[in-house]
């Protein structure tokens, strides 16, 4: 018991360490908590104090329930945080994770839209400006679906003489962490119009903080209402609605950037995220483009 104790005190103050200084979300200390519990209680009680061996077997024991290789891997990543957490302060001497191997995981290739069938989606919208503002903002400047649906006008640049101060807005994104997100003409033209039509509605729905407010308990526009929206939008533009999803254009927004020419560091800086290796998902693409394109093109593929 007294080792269980310890665990659960170690883990309590790693889990108050990645909210502190990590600003790590609820969801992702949730996680956190629930893999070192879990191993925990394979252990025994005794996580805190175990050794490689001891690591390694629940591994293999969670490949044997048959959970998915990428589950196995984030229960790695946790052990490896936590171990690295003890060892830094002074709680453990060693890192019995370091020669841990986690299982491959294959990342699947996004299906992309493609720059017709966004074209598509943005003329099926033409006559809707809260549906192009919205529709803007996840090709244009590849926000994730929470950061639309929460972006505040405080966020917003200010705007002088109808002109904006600048083409930025400020994005909070995973983690509580903020950037500067640029935008395109097409993007801060679909925004001036909606907040004109916005202003004008004299309904007052939702809460005036929110750029697309709702009337609803959180007062902006939810997750679930705009995927009904895109839905709709999809068979109005003659495309298939399972491939027409706000994340899909978050998608189609770094692909066609790189197709483009854009760096994969800078299309990381504007994705927002962490890990590079989550952006070089999208090189794949690429990689399958230029395989048909040496197939269809080079004089010895004939």
């Known amino acids: 018991m007294a080792c269980l104790m310890s665990d659960s005190a170690r883990i309590e103050a790693f889990l108050e360490m990645m909210s502190a200084e990590r600003g790590a979300s609820n969801n992702t200390l949730d996680a956190y908590g629930r893999d070192l ?24 024991s969670l490949a044997k329930d048959g959970l998915a290789p990428s589950t196995q891997a984030r229960k790695l990543s946790s052990l490896k945080r936590f171990f690295r957490f003890l060892f830094e302060e002074g709680d453990r001497k060693d890192d019995p994770t370091s020669r841990l191997d986690g299982p491959k995981v294959q990342r699947d290739v996004p299906d992309v839209l493609s720059r017709e069938e966004v074209n598509l989606l943005l003329k099926a919208c033409a006559d809707d400006t809260r549906l192009t503002c919205l529709l803007e903002l996840l090709y244009g400047a590849g926000l994730r679906v929470s950061e639309l649906v929460s972006l505040r006008l405080g966020s917003l640049p200010r705007k002088r003489l109808g002109l904006w101060d600048t083409r930025e807005i400020i994005i909070r994104g995973k983690g509580g962490k903020e950037r500067l997100c640029p935008l395109g003409a097409p993007a801060l033209l679909a925004l001036t119009n909606w907040l004109g039509a916005r202003d004008s509605d004299k309904n007052g729905t939702g809460s005036a903080d929110f750029v697309f407010p709702s009337r609803g308990k959180a007062g902006h526009l939810t997750r679930r209402r705009l ?8 068979n109005k533009a003659g495309l298939d609605p399972s491939r027409v999803y706000p994340h899909a254009l978050r998608h189609a927004y770094a692909t066609h950037l790189l197709q483009g020419g854009a760096d994969l560091r800078s299309v990381q800086t504007l994705l927002g995220h962490a890990d590079i290796a989550t952006t070089q998902i999208y090189t794949h693409v690429l990689t399958d483009e230029l395989a048909e394109l040496l197939e269809t093109s080079h004089p010895l593929a004939q």
């Open 227 to 234: 995927g009904q929206m895109l839905e709709t939008l999809s």
């Open 37 to 60: 519990l879990d191993a925990s209680g394979y252990l025994g009680g005794g996580l805190t104090n175990a050794g490689p061996s001891d690591l390694s077997q629940w591994m293999r």
